[in-house]
C-alpha cells in the first residue's frame, strides 16, 4: 500500500508507478533527506509535538537506514515513488508505529525543497573550491609567463603583442567572476523551507529557526507558497554554470587552436590528450574538445529549468520534479570538467619561442608606430595613414617594420629617427603599454599580486 493510499481503491498502474518514480536519480538526497528529517523530529519533541522518547527513536532509526544506505545495504523501491517516500517507509518498516509519527507537520512539497537546498549548498562550496584551485594554477602559470611575449588576436588576426601572462589574468577575472555569482546564488539558497507544509504552513507550533540552526541554514523562507514553488536559487546555479562552462569552453577553443601544426604555441601533456585509431600520428587535444562540447549540456540544464518553471502557477507542481535531473548533471558537468582543465593546463608545455615569433610577424607593432609618430607631433589619425602605408609597402616588398631602413622611414615621413626600431621592437610594444590592466610585466605583476591577495 502506498504512504498516501487511503482514499484510493485501486493500486497505480504499474506504467504511472515507473512513470512517477523519482528514486532513480533523487537517491543522491539520501544524506540530506535524513538530516533534514532527524532535525524536523528533534524540533517536534522540542515544540512538544511528539515525545522526546519518539523523536529518539525516530533519529535513531534514521541513523540505522542512513549506515545501511552508505554500506550499500538498501535497495530502493520504484513503487514508493522518491527518495522522501522510500525512507520513511523503511522507518516505518524497522521502528513501527512510531516512525508514522515523523512526517507530521511536513508535506513531501518542503521537504524536497529543503533537500535540493541542502544539496546545493554542498555542491557550490565544491565548484567554488575547483574554481579557487583552478585561479590559483593560473597565476602561477601567469608569475611564470610574464615575459612570454605572444600575439594578441582581434577577428582571429595578429592585433597587438601582449604576454601569456596578461592572456591567463583575462582567465583569471573571469573566473573570480564566477566565483563572485557562486557566493551570491549560496546566499539565496541557503534558506530553510521547511515549516511551509504542502503550501500553507502547518497548524502545529513549530520553531522553524530551531530547524535552520540544526541544518545550517542562516534563515527561513518568508513566504510558505514561494518556499514550495521557488527553484530560483537552482536556476541561479545553472546559470552562473553555463558562465564557468562558456569561459572553459573559450579557454579550450584556444587551447585546440594553440595545439595546432599552424599555431604551434603549446603542447598538451600526454596525460591529457589522446590518439587516434587509424592515423598513428595523431595526438589530439580531445578533453578540451569534450569541455567545450559539454558547454552545451550546461545550457540545455539551465533552459531545461527555466521552461519547466515559467507556465507553473502556485504552489508545488509535479513538474518540479524534473529540475532535479537537470540541476545534478549541471553540477556534475561544471565539476568534471573543472577537474580535468585544472591539470590539463598545469601540464602543457608552453612554446614561448614560436610565440614571440608569430608576436613578431604581422605587423602587431604598426599601432606603436604610429605612437611613435604621435610622440614626434603628428596627429593620430595622421600617424595611422602614414603607417598603413607603410605596412602596404612591406607587404609589396615582403619585409617588416622592423626592417625598413631609415631613409625608407624617412621617405615615409622626415621626422623618423634611429630610435623608431627600439620603439616598434614587440618587447617595447609591451613594456610601454603600462597603464593599469595593460601587458606590462609590472602591470601584470600588480594584477596578479591583486588576484593572489583576493584568492
Ligand atoms: N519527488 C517529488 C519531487 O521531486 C517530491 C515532492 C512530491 N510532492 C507531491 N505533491 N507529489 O518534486
Known amino acids: 500500500m502506498k504512504l498516501w493510499g487511503g ?14 518514480s523519482s528514486i532513480s536519480f533523487d537517491q543522491r538526497l539520501y544524506k540530506y ?77 518542503d521537504q524536497v525543497a529543503l533537500d535540493i537546498r541542502m544539496y546545493l549548498k554542498d555542491e557550490i562550496k565544491q565548484v567554488l573550491q575547483l574554481l579557487k584551485e583552478l585561479r590559483s594554477t593560473l597565476l602561477d602559470l601567469a608569475e611564470e609567463h610574464k615575459e612570454t611575449i605572444m600575439p594578441g588576436y582581434t577577428h582571429l588576426q595578429r592585433a597587438q603583442p601582449v604576454t601569456l601572462a596578461h592572456h591567463l589574468m583575462a582567465y583569471v577575472q573571469m573566473f573570480e567572476r564566477d566565483s563572485e555569482r557562486l557566493e551570491d546564488c549560496y546566499k539565496r539558497t541557503d534558506v530553510m523551507p521547511l515549516g511551509s507544509g504542502a503550501l500553507a504552513g502547518t497548524t502545529f507550533p513549530l ?33 552562473a ?15 585546440i587552436l594553440w595545439s595546432s601544426a599552424e599555431f604551434n604555441f603549446i603542447e598538451l601533456d600526454d596525460a591529457y590528450s589522446t590518439g587516434s585509431s587509424i592515423m598513428p600520428q595523431k595526438k589530439n587535444p580531445d578533453p578540451a574538445e569534450l569541455i567545450r562540447g559539454k558547454t552545451g549540456r550546461v545550457y540545455g540544464d539551465l533552459m531545461t529549468l527555466l521552461t519547466m518553471l515559467k507556465g507553473l502557477p502556485l504552489a508545488y507542481n509535479k513538474d518540479m520534479q524534473e529540475d532535479k535531473e537537470a540541476l545534478f548533471d549541471a553540477v556534475d558537468t561544471v565539476k568534471k570538467c573543472l577537474m580535468v582543465f ?9 612554446k614561448s619561442e614560436k610565440m614571440a615569433a608569430a608576436a613578431r610577424g604581422g605587423f602587431t607593432n604598426a599601432t606603436d608606430l604610429a605612437d611613435y609618430l604621435v610622440n614626434k607631433g603628428i596627429p593620430f589619425r595622421q ?29 615615409l615621413h622626415p621626422g623618423i629617427d634611429e630610435d623608431v626600431y627600439t620603439a616598434i621592437s614587440v618587447e617595447r ?27
Open 342 to 350: 585544472r591539470p590539463m593546463v598545469a601540464t602543457m608545455k608552453v
Open 241 to 255: 554554470a553555463s558562465l564557468i562552462m562558456m569561459h572553459l569552453s573559450r579557454f579550450c577553443e584556444e587551447i
Open 7 to 20: 482514499r484510493f481503491q485501486k493500486n497505480t498502474d504499474q506504467l504511472v508507478d515507473d512513470f512517477h
Open 429 to 455: 610594444c609591451v613594456s610601454a603599454r603600462r597603464v593599469e590592466g595593460a601587458p606590462a610585466p609590472e602591470a601584470v605583476q600588480k594584477a596578479i599580486n591583486a588576484a593572489r591577495q583576493r584568492l
Open 207 to 239: 520553531d522553524r529557526q530551531f530547524v535552520a540552526r540544526e541544518l545550517g541554514f542562516s534563515r527561513v523562507t518568508e513566504n510558505s507558497m514561494d518556499a514550495v514553488s521557488d527553484r530560483d536559487f537552482a536556476v541561479e546555479f545553472c546559470s
Open 33 to 109: 533527506d535524513i538530516n533534514g528529517s532527524i532535525a524536523h523530529a528533534k524540533m517536534l519533541a522540542e515544540v512538544g509535538v511528539i515525545s522526546k522518547q519518539d523523536a529518539e527513536k525516530i533519529a535513531a532509526g534514521l541513523k540505522d537506514i542512513l549506515a545501511d544506505i552508505e554500506a550499500g545495504k538498501v535497495e530502493f523501491d520504484v513503487a514508493a515513488e522518491d527518495i522522501h517516500m522510500n525512507i520513511e517507509k523503511l522507518l516505518i518498516q524497522r521502528i513501527g508505529d512510531v516512525g508514522k509519527k515523523l512526517h507530521t507537520a511536513r508535506s513531501r512539497n
Open 383 to 411: 600617424a595611422h595613414e602614414i603607417v598603413g602605408k607603410a605596412v602596404l609597402y612591406c607587404i609589396q616588398k615582403g619585409k617588416s617594420l622592423e626592417e625598413m631602413s631609415l631613409d625608407e622611414y624617412r621617405e
